[in-house]
């Protein structure tokens, strides 16, 4: 490229981030009829005057034409084909510098994001949003992050394109990028989001929240400001240039194109280090029933029940039964709700921090229901809170805590999900132990997974990611599944008093002779899914966790959005970007959530999710027959994308929360 490079868009980068962000600058552009607020942009754009064949206009001077000025659709980017300052010698751009600059630093990284809408698709033009910083007053060379959004590749009927730049102390002209396809039905006449996110390692350039394009070399590492602008390139730059973008000598054939720009935030986003898992033996934290505490919980650990609005905070360090080293920055637990009434809610969240607006488990109908949940801790701690009084048990099966110079890390690989199990003589050929009969009362079952003749499980996990799914004939106190040839622990995976098709999703230490145990407490039908398992690292396909501030990041009772509304019609599947809607960086593989379903009383037999772009699985993560709101937990692959599909087989609400994601 021969001009000084511009572009609309975000970088996003490649180090794994928590959602605590600050922002650091915004303007809304809200005040109709005023200019930029000048003590967040600046007028001064150094030897960026001109841009290829464009001069950019002084939007301060009091009274002229078509400056950097707010409308109702927000900040008017214009470019004019006369230029009154120097008639018939270029075109009249328009561009703005924020005051600040922003630089990465080794534990944060620096996120761009601008909201602009074109008008226009005349050719020759070039939109941009962008970081551009010169080392001194000369600025004979610089360093650059950008998007450029050509118009001349934005044009009906032909693939639609956006140029993606980078430059790192590089003479101007020396182009460090190309052009990328855009995601296919993209509207480049309605308003997009375009971000950069920027490391000091890695560039990711997105879309509405999907991954355009990602750089690992030529990332800027000294201070720059944010730009953006709208200019006409030269004719040689022939990929951005059209001679139908003409010069006007006269203002009487001036012609302005303008796009609108509805909003610019930066923010400052921390980098969280990534964790290793470690297995428990399943062990039981919190018993709040004194009938049946008889190992002894005592403090917050154990009796009373909680009451209404009660939080308690856990010192995991300090149990007297199953204590978790301090080392642990997030825990397996799960959570088993036993309300005295209907309770709203339970949220389990690091101790010490403001309660987010979450659940973790939830019950309206008064029934005992379980849940699980990856809850980062706050130096050893975690709290559970609670709306109305309750029970509450919580059992931990492992913990994730920082990697260790020299060892080998217990890490996730993600599978395809797959039915390793089904008792069900009706649906299952699977032979035994996988397949029929039922599982009688007080049975234990042996499973060796890598035995499974549907499934291509391999030896040497240390732990399986599993659904787990029990159709009873009637009341199912509990099930529950540990390491094989352990003694079976006081915990429960999940339970079905009122002889419900429930699932849950667990984390299940693997035994003897690469096995587990499963122990039903009533008469049921159970139906295993893996859709995944954890092993030593391998240095190329594992994966690491990474913990998030718990957040709500999609909600179909909102208004209509990508990352919201409307309600999911009966077999209605929609694609879900969690870049754009929850903030996760382009490079997890692996996400873990939490889904709430709420049919509103109608029956809702399964929810199903998985990565976009593959066929839906044969495996359901949570299901509502009774028409009864569910809340369950999942750990589910991510498409390269960054997206996931949600498929609801009959109507329904659907609530989604991220806990975390797994990425290298």
């Known amino acids: ?171 101007f002209g020396v182009g460090n990028g190309g052009l990328v396809p855009l995601p296919a039905g993209f509207d480049p006449l309605v308003a997009h989001n375009w971000t950069i996110r920027w490391s000091l390692t890695r560039i990711d350039y997105l879309v509405d ?181 309750a029970d509450l048990l919580i059992d931990i099966a492992g913990y994730f805590a920082e990697v260790l110079a020299g060892e080998t890390s217990l ?11 089904d008792t069900r003589t009706v649906y299952s050929m699977q032979p035994q132990p996988f397949g029929p009969p039922t599982m009688n009362a007080g049975e234990v079952r042996r499973m060796r997974f890598p035995a499974s003749t549907d499934c291509a499980i391999p030896v040497g996990a240390v732990a399986y990611s599993v659904h787990v799914t029990v159709e009873p004939p009637g009341p199912l106190a509990y099930m529950t599944l540990w390491p094989a040839a352990a003694t079976q622990p006081n915990v429960s995976n999940i339970n079905s008093f009122a002889g419900r098709i429930l699932t849950n999703h667990q984390i299940v230490p693997v035994g003897a002779n690469n096995s587990i145990d499963v122990f039903a407490f009533n008469r049921t039908d159970v139906i295993i899914d893996i859709n995944g398992y954890f092993a030593a690292d391998n240095g190329s396909t594992g994966l690491y966790y990474y913990p998030l501030t718990q957040a709500r990041f999609f909600d179909s009772r909102a208004a209509n959005s990508l990352c919201g509304g409307p309600m999911f019609g009966d077999e209605i599947t929609r694609s879900i970007p969690l870049i754009a809607c929850a903030g996760m960086p382009p490079e997890a593989r692996a996400v873990h959530f939490t889904a709430t379903a709420l049919p509103g009383g109608s029956p809702m037999p399964f929810l199903t999710v998985w990565p976009t772009g593959q066929g839906r699985p044969n495996a359901s993560m949570l299901n509502a027959f009774q028409g009864q709101t569910v809340t369950n937990s999942d750990l589910v692959p991510v498409a390269g994308n960054g997206m996931l599909d949600v498929f609801a087989y009959r109507h329904t609400h659907v609530v989604l929360e991220l806990n975390g994601y797994f990425a290298q």
């Open 1 to 171: 490229m021969k001009s000084l490079p511009i572009y609309l868009g975000f970088a996003l980068f490649g180090a794994a981030y928590c959602a605590q962000v600050r922002t650091s600058f915004e303007d809304q552009f809200l005040v109709q009829g005023q200019k930029l607020d000048l003590n967040k942009w600046t007028t001064d754009i150094g030897n960026a005057s001109f841009y290829g064949r464009t001069q950019q206009q002084d939007w301060i001077t009091p009274g002229a034409s078509g400056i950097f000025a707010v409308d109702a659709d927000g900040a008017r980017l214009v470019l004019n084909t006369f230029n009154p300052t120097g008639p018939g010698q270029s075109l009249y751009g328009t561009h703005g510098k924020t005051r600040t600059t922003y630089l990465p630093t080794a534990d944060t990284a620096i996120e761009l994001t601008a909201r602009v809408q074109l008008k226009t698709i005349q050719r020759g033009l070039v939109i941009g949003i962008y970081f551009l910083g010169c080392p001194d007053a000369a600025c004979e060379r610089h360093d650059e992050i950008d998007i450029e959004l050509l118009t001349n590749k934005l044009q009906p009927g032909a693939p639609l394109q956006v140029q993606l730049n980078r430059y790192a102390d590089d003479p």
């Open 411 to 421: 890490v996730f690989y993600p599978m395809t999900p797959c039915r390793v199990a």
């Open 209 to 389: 929240g999907i991954l355009l394009g990602t750089s690992t070399t030529k990332v800027p590492t000294r201070p720059m400001p944010a730009d953006i602008n709208i200019w006409g390139p030269a004719a040689d730059w022939p990929d951005a240039y059209h001679a139908s973008l003409a010069i006007s000598p006269s203002s009487a054939g001036n012609q302005a194109y303008v796009a609108s720009v509805r909003g610019v935030t930066i923010k400052e986003v921390p980098i969280s280090k990534r964790l290793r898992f470690v297995p428990m033996t399943p062990c039981r934290l919190m018993e709040t029933r004194p009938e049946y505490n008889f190992e002894g919980r005592t403090g917050s650990f154990g009796p009373p029940a909680l009451t209404q609005g009660e939080t308690r905070t856990l010192n995991l360090n300090a149990s007297n039964v199953c204590p978790v080293p301090l080392i642990a920055r997030a825990v397996f637990v799960n959570c088993t709700l036993l309300p005295r009434g209907g309770v709203d809610f339970v949220t389990a969240y690091p101790g010490g921090e403001l309660k987010p607006d979450t659940w973790t488990v939830r019950s309206l109908d008064n029934q005992i229901v379980a849940n699980t949940s990856i809850v980062m801790v706050n130096d050893g701690l975690m709290s559970v809170s609670v709306t109305q009084a």
